[in-house]
T-cell receptor, first 115, second 115 residues
Framework: EAGVTQFPSHSVIEKGQTVTLRCDPI?????LYWYRRVMGKEIKFLLH????????ESGMPNNRFLAERTGGTYSTLKVQPAELEDSGVYFC?????????????FGSGTRLTVV | QKEVEQDPGPLSVPEGAIVSLNCTYS??????FMWYRQYSRKGPELLMY????GNKEDGRFTAQVDKSSKYISLFIRDSQPSDSATYLC???????????????FGTGTRLTIIP
């Protein structure tokens, strides 16, 4: 079984540019989550999709961040325009729905550097 | 005050030692407790999952939850150099039909097992 795939693995962009991160969840996983870890801080929740619907987007920092999940498969997270404080590692995770399905499978993350 | 506190370490112990990792939390709504292991440049990998108070054992790993004290622990017996990684505690208040709600993480403890 393929794991959660994220790309690019690294991205370096200038302040003010746009970056799009992509996540391919494990096939059949309806839950898809985005998390972020900025330097020296804990991993923090950004949002949760169930299929193509946003179940919880309470962690999105501001309207420069736009997440989509077309057709309930892969997801993209766009940052536009990027600011210096957006630098960090962005993790995607997926899981099955239903009670009894606990924990997530995380991808390896996209390391974003805004200069 | 952070909802979850975790000593960032670093923690170095000799091979074969028993390792104790801990987190405290302030949100009494947390009911689901997880430990993740993260190797460098990789995503977090679920190690242990427990619900409410009590102990859970899996091989060399034992997770303990004391909800009355808002304190969770992970013990690693007969530690191996391959156990060297960052260990993250994570917690969730709810599990719905969609699965776990958002996780709140500790900052992680960097562990090194010295051969």
């Amino acid at each position: 079984e393929a794991g959660v795939t994220q790309f690019p693995s690294h991205s370096v962009i200038e302040k003010g540019q746009t970056v799009t991160l992509r996540c391919d969840p494990i096939s059949g996983h309806d839950n898809l989550y985005w998390y972020r870890r900025v330097m020296g801080k804990e991993i923090k929740f950004l949002l949760h999709f169930v299929k193509e619907s946003k179940q919880d987007e309470s962690g999105m920092p501001n309207n420069r961040f736009l997440a989509e999940r077309t057709g309930g498969t892969y997801s993209t997270l766009k940052v536009q325009p990027a600011e210096l404080e957006d630098s960090g590692v962005y993790f995607c995770a997926s899981s099955l729905t239903g009670l009894g399905n606990y924990g997530y499978t995380f991808g390896s993350g996209t390391r974003l550097t805004v200069v | 005050q952070k909802e979850v506190e975790q000593d960032p370490g670093p923690l170095s112990v000799p091979e074969g030692a028993i390792v104790s990792l801990n987190c405290t939390y302030s949100n009494s709504a947390f009911q689901y407790f997880m430990w993740y292991r993260q190797y460098s440049r990789k995503g977090p990998e679920l190690l242990m999952y427990t619900y409410s108070s009590g102990n859970k054992e899996d091989g060399r790993f034992t997770a303990q939850v004391d909800k009355s004290s808002k304190y969770i622990s992970l013990f690693i017996r007969d530690s191996q150099p391959s156990d060297s990684a960052t260990y993250l505690c994570a917690m969730s208040a709810l599990v719905t039909n969609f699965g776990n709600e958002k996780l709140t993480f500790g900052t992680g403890t960097r562990l090194t097992i010295i051969p």
